[in-house]
């Protein structure tokens, strides 16, 4: 009864003096009821506890723009755990690329390469916000960045938003570099974007339906179906391998009245295609057009597109050149996006062509900002701008001199630091980092002093290059840097990276190095030229099924993996579509 009458108390709202009570009653089928009472003090400090801790505990957030390789790379790696992460981007999809050239003749299917990005974020342990929407303008002092949607403005609500960060990631990729010349952007086809794709093909199709109307002379037939492609790198020759088996393999059957009025020419500034290929790969590629009879027009420069012509100047003769067209596609390389431009000026980088990076991937002159992939180039520090301090922190004595075991000391740290002597000991055919101290003759010295180790590591920086704008290094520097992310608390106890030359301590983390897996060059005929690493190179039927293997492997999903294999087998048994859809 006294039982009762205290839990009656309870329920009516009187509370005993006591801070805590806790009371358990057992019950007969063993369970235990309890209750615990504290005054509404204890429950006030309780709750300002709480606060506080979710105060502390407040996700630092970090903005990404763009959804390309780079950008969905950082996010498939990131700790979205200890961070409050948004993404914007006018693309709700991520593309595979590479498979562009195929999307313009049919050979794959449009839908097959892209994965839309809500898929890709979805995960367990915290959640994504995505927008699509783009980027306008990135204010860096209030760190603020302004954003416009894209979808219709009938429907409600504005399209113009702002959005705050504390960590901003750079990877919107780049625009097409035109190089200002006259007529590019209003009559030539761009091969960045799928939308640009699609366009190819649907108007590969539109040039061999007007060429068959009995209307037209032979002359404007043959003006119709004289493709152009200007720039001879991968995607320009890829493009050009593409249309030939599509048209050879394809649509002469369909339009055998204009079959032998066919023409693709290749339109390159250099003095081969694919100079950025092993030797042999370019020669290969020429003597495999040459074949094909696709025109390889080497050592030309366009001057200008018009409607129908397109004029160009002979390097070798100085003569001016013009040929008629039905289509040109422009592939000449990447510039840079204006929202990026305007960023660059306001951090004092508006002499550049390019944002600069250093070699942690974070822009140089702006702290908590990060930048990945075609929009950035990494700006690697010169061994030699650091000499001086590097000869200072290895030569413990003080002597004035450097030994072989003081350098051996430091070496590996220089290596991590500077990759560019990994580079220039593998070029020199150099099997021993001491080798660099040996004299001009090749005899070991004992010691060297500060002019002689500068002599010594004089021509390392000239092994320095800046990384290609593919797939491949923004996809490497994502995932490098979400890797960052993911240690940045644990890197500040246990640092990872290599000394601080004329400094105390060490770097957060080891800087970024690109790792080059290979690359490919379809060349059509199921014949591909691929560069392996380990200086490799492999050319034919055989490499074509490594390539096929290879792209299979790569895409985002498995369903686009399976897609694709099924866009590849249905043009193996049915050929490609012709469809203007």
């Known amino acids: 009864m006294t039982n009762f009458s205290y839990f009656k108390r309870i329920f009516h709202g009187q509370h005993l003096a006591s801070p805590k009570l806790l009371v358990l009653c057992s019950l007969s089928s063993g369970g235990l009821v309890a209750y615990a009472d504290s005054p509404s003090d204890v429950v006030g400090e309780s709750k300002t506890s709480v606060n506080n801790q979710n105060e502390v505990k407040r996700r630092k957030r970090v903005l990404v723009l763009g959804t390309g390789w780079a950008g969905t790379s950082f996010l498939k790696d990131l700790d979205i755990s200890t961070y409050d992460v948004q ?173 032998d009025l066919v023409s693709i020419s290749v339109i390159q500034s250099g003095d081969h295609i694919l100079n950025t290929f092993d030797e042999r790969i370019s020669s290969f590629a020429e ?157 070991d010295r004992e010691e060297v002093d500060i002019e002689g180790f500068k002599l010594a590591l004089s021509n390392v920086d000239k092994q320095m290059k800046s990384l290609p704008a593919t797939a491949q290094v923004a996809a490497q520097q994502g995932a490098y840097l979400a890797r960052c992310f993911n240690k940045r608390e644990k890197s500040k106890i246990e640092p990872e990276g290599p000394r601080k030359f004329g400094s105390d301590g060490r770097h957060d983390f080891r800087p970024f190095q690109y790792r080059h897996l290979g690359q490919f060059a379809p060349l059509g005929g199921e014949q591909t030229a691929a560069e392996l690493p380990g200086d490799w190179v492999s050319m034919g039927r055989s490499t074509q099924w490594l390539w096929y293997s290879i792209y299979a492997s790569k895409q985002v999903s498995w369903r686009t993996r399976f897609l694709v294999v099924g866009d590849w087998s249905r043009r193996f048994m049915f050929g490609r579509d012709s469809s203007r859809i």
Not at 298 to 319: F, N, W, Y
Not at 343 to 366: H, N, P, S
Not at 431 to 437: G, R, Y
């Open 87 to 259: 993404v914007i981007s006018p693309r709700n999809y991520f593309a595979f690329t590479p498979l562009l050239p195929s999307v313009t003749c049919g050979t794959v299917d449009a839908r097959s390469i892209v994965e839309p990005i809500r898929n890709i974020i979805k995960k367990r342990d915290g959640e994504i916000k995505y927008w699509e929407a783009e980027c306008l303008k990135v204010d860096h002092e209030s760190k603020k960045v302004l954003c416009r949607s894209n979808i219709d403005s009938n429907l409600a609500g504005s399209n113009e938003f702002s959005l705050e960060y504390d960590y901003l990631v750079i990877a919107i990729g780049a625009q097409v570099n035109t190089f200002d010349t006259p007529g590019v952007l209003e009559h030539c086809h761009f091969l960045k974007e799928v939308e640009d794709a699609q366009r190819i093909r649907k108007t590969v199709i539109d040039c061999f339906e007007k060429a068959v109307l009995p209307s037209l002379t032979d002359e404007e037939r043959k003006t119709n179906l004289h493709f152009v492609i200007v720039g001879g790198g991968p995607t320009g020759v890829e493009f050009a391998a593409e249309l030939h088996d599509f048209v050879h393999k394809d649509l002469v059957n369909l339009y055998p009245s204009v079959k």
């Open 287 to 443: 003597e495999k057009f040459q074949r094909d009879a696709i025109q390889v027009l080497t050592g030309h420069r366009v001057l200008s597109v018009s409607e129908r012509m397109i004029d160009m100047k002979a390097k070798s003769t100085g003569q001016n050149v013009s040929i008629p067209h039905g289509m040109v596609v422009w592939s000449t390389g990447v510039g840079t996006r204006p929202v990026v431009k305007d960023f660059m000026e306001q951090i004092g980088q508006g002499y550049r062509r390019v944002l600069a990076t250093d070699e942690w991937l974070q822009v140089k002159g702006c702290d908590d900002v990060y930048a990945l992939g075609d929009c950035a180039t990494v700006d690697q520090r010169k061994i030699m701008e650091d000499i001086s301090t590097i000869f200072e922190a290895a030569d413990k004595d003080n002597s004035g001199t450097l030994t072989v075991e003081e350098f051996k000391e430091v070496i590996e740290d220089i290596i991590i630091r500077y990759p560019q002597v990994e580079l220039y000991l593998k070029n020199k055919h150099l099997f021993d980092v001491t080798d660099l101290l040996k004299d001009v003759n090749g005899k």
